[in-house]
C-alpha cells in the first residue's frame, strides 16, 4: 500500500497521487499533500534549476493555452 510522503497516511493504490520519476516513486495521499510538497520544493528549497524549469514549463503551457484559446477563437 502507498504511503504519502507528506503525512505519512497510508492510501489504496489507484488513489491519490503517485508521481514516477527517474529514481524513484512519489507518493501523495491527496492533491493537498502534493501541493505542500510543490510548495517546499519551489518556495522553501528554491533551487535555481527548479525554480528555472518551473518557469519554463508555465511558459509553455501558458502558450499551449493561448494557442488552443485562438483556434477556438478561430473556430466560432
Ligand atoms: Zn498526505
Known amino acids: 500500500m502507498p504511503k504519502c510522503i507528506v503525512c505519512g497516511r497510508f492510501f489504496h493504490e489507484g ?3 503517485v508521481i514516477k520519476i527517474p529514481g ?12 505542500k510538497f510543490l510548495r517546499m ?3 522553501e528549497r528554491g533551487s535555481e534549476c527548479v525554480a528555472r ?10 502558450s499551449s493555452l493561448e494557442r488552443l484559446e485562438e483556434g477556438r477563437a478561430k473556430a466560432i
Open 24 to 35: 524513484g516513486l512519489l507518493e501523495f495521499h491527496s492533491s493537498r499533500c502534493a501541493q
Open 41 to 43: 520544493l519551489l518556495e
Open 15 to 17: 488513489q491519490g497521487i
Open 53 to 62: 524549469e518551473a518557469l519554463e514549463l508555465a511558459r509553455g503551457l501558458r
